[in-house]
């Protein structure tokens, strides 16, 4: 199924966004500047790149329509991330030593949001870590149980208020830049921490490899608008990078969650910078309640 996510009217005839800003929440299409046009992704066949004027957060004015069932989902994540197995992997080795340098060696509870087959919490209860999990992919479900892991079916805002509040939430380029409104997850992962207890991020950095992808974007699209949009899709996405963030806004959005003290970092995982997904542009969030 192929959609047109572009502006719609209020009662008045106002113009408006399908979605909007986290910090500000406007709609006025004339909050926001245009800054391209991306095309078939996640059955949306094109859609606008918007950047709000107040606060400089960019996305992918669509929502996604998501034709998949959970079995193609598993396959998808399997062949992302890797099935999950009883071995170390350098990735979630990495990102659990920069959680204990931040928060020490607490050895509490540690809740990851979109777990996926659940390398990081893997990596975590080897360490010692009491680790629980929750994602929208039934189908890992076997597998984390199998391995003694407490997994939960759904979306952190469906689960919370959870009997288990966590000295730790996790989140590996999840949250908040995935999600087409991440405003409930990102208050329910504030809620189900510990007083004093830490979220931690992996979200790309809306900094110099998107600035260059914007540039080459804007060249592009002069002589092959095909392939500027196709370059486009790749940076934002419906159902992908919906959302990106720069350290300015990333930290005014959090501070309004109620976050007191964030820490920003550089962060380079295990794997090859490639044009489709920049993984290796990322920065690493701490954030203490």
């Avoid at 009662?11 to 800054?35: F, N």
């Avoid at 309004?256 to 993984?279: C, D, H, M, N, S």
């Amino acid at each position: 199924m192929a959609a047109n996510n572009f502006e719609t009217s209020a009662a008045g005839g106002r113009p408006l966004t399908t979605l909007a800003c986290p910090i500000c929440k406007s709609r006025e299409i004339s909050g926001y500047a245009i800054v391209g046009e991306g095309s078939q992704r996640n059955g949306v066949e094109s859609y606008r790149i918007l950047r709000c004027r107040a606060h400089g957060v960019e996305f992918a004015d669509a929502v996604p329509v998501d034709g998949t069932c959970d079995a193609e989902r598993k396959v998808s994540l399997d062949k992302m991330y890797g099935a999950l197995d009883d071995g170390a992997n350098v990735r979630y080795v990495d990102f659990m030593n920069r959680v204990e340098r931040v928060v020490g060696a607490i050895r509490g509870r540690l809740h990851d949001v979109g777990c996926g087959n659940g390398q990081l919490l893997y990596e975590a209860r080897r360490r010692g870590w009491h680790v629980q999990g929750n994602d929208l992919v039934e189908g890992v479900r076997n597998g984390l149980e199998q391995r003694g892991i407490a997994f939960h079916h759904g979306s952190l805002a469906q689960l919370f208020p959870s009997p288990e509040r966590c000295d730790v939430v996790t989140s590996f380029c999840v949250l908040p830049h995935h999600l087409v409104e991440p405003g409930p997850e990102m208050q329910a992962a504030y809620a189900m921490l510990k007083p004093g207890g830490w979220l931690v991020l992996q979200l790309p950095d809306n900094g110099t490899l998107r600035i260059a992808g914007k540039a080459f974007y804007a060249f592009a699209r002069r002589l092959s608008p095909g392939t500027a949009r196709w370059i486009l899709a790749n940076l934002y996405g419906p159902g992908g990078h919906q959302y990106a963030f720069n350290r300015t806004n990333i930290t005014e959005y959090l501070e309004k969650i109620g976050f007191a003290e964030i820490i920003i970092e550089p962060y380079y995982p295990a794997v090859g910078t490639t044009l489709a997904r920049f993984q290796s542009a990322g920065f690493f969030t701490k954030l203490a309640a």
